[in-house]
């Protein structure tokens, strides 16, 4: 069971906007910054938002991200074929003194 | 642009050591940052397992700490996982990614299947 709890599916039609939450404690979320990943099976996970809201250059601003409390969400607006894919939050936590995950959320475009 | 690869035997049986190298392309290890395992066993989320820094520094997951040890070398820009009486529980999908410490992990290697059986 992850430490991080994320929906296990979510869904959307191309154009559309969907978000996807995290939810934490007070040891990570809480007290540290959120990042979040987009993988497909068989390649790298590629970092899509790291402190909250931060995108690394050549992330479309497609894709944001915020936190609140002990609660993060990922949203992607006008959304695309290409944007199905597993997406994963992460943040350090205090308690562990290492990096926590949640368990992903399948992104579905349909 | 920074590349990691991950090398390995992709067949461990029980009770043996996995043993894992990552190589990194593009950086030089010795520059900084911290660099780090995680893995995702089948059906499953994302686990760290642990991170060291190029001077030798670690820390690791406290639920494998016991079983794990995770080295550098620098002078082959390297750096290595090792996991102990291993079961099939450690059967995974294993990562190595850089790691700035309480950021992000920002990149990561395409990950190698580790599958413990006998």
């Known amino acids: 069971q992850s430490v991080l709890t994320q929906p296990p599916s979510a869904s959307g039609t191309p154009g559309q906007r969907v978000t996807i939450s995290c939810s934490g404690s007070?040891?990570?979320?809480?007290?540290?910054?959120v990042n979040w990943y987009q993988h497909l099976p068989g390649t790298a996970p590629k970092l899509l938002i790291y402190s909250n809201n931060q995108r690394p250059s050549g992330v479309p601003d497609r894709f944001s991200g915020s936190k609140s409390g002990t609660s993060a969400s990922l949203a992607i607006s006008g959304l695309q074929s290409e944007d199905e894919a597993d997406y994963y939050c992460?943040?350090?936590?205090?308690?562990?003194?290492?990096?926590?995950f949640g368990g992903g959320t399948k992104l579905t475009v349909l | 642009q920074v590349q990691l690869q991950e090398s390995g035997p992709g067949l461990v049986k029980p009770s043996e050591t996995l043993s894992l190298t990552c190589t990194v392309s593009?950086?030089?290890?010795?520059?900084?940052?911290?660099w780090g395992w995680i893995r995702q066993p089948p059906g499953k989320g994302l686990e760290w397992i642990g991170s060291i820094s190029q001077s030798g520094s670690t820390y690791y997951n406290p639920s494998l700490k016991s079983r794990v040890t995770i080295s550098v070398d620098v002078s082959k820009n390297q750096f290595s996982l090792k996991l102990t009486s291993v079961t099939a529980a450690d059967t995974a999908v294993y990562y190595c990614?850089?790691?700035?410490?309480?950021?992000?992990?920002?990149?990561w290697g395409k990950g190698t299947t580790v599958t413990v059986s006998s």
């Open positions: 593009g950086y030089s290890i010795s520059s900084g940052y911290y």
């Open positions: 990614a850089r790691d700035w410490v309480a950021v992000s992990m920002d990149v």
């Open positions: 007070t040891s990570n979320i809480g007290s540290n910054t």
């Open positions: 992460a943040a350090w936590d205090d308690s562990l003194n290492g990096w926590v």
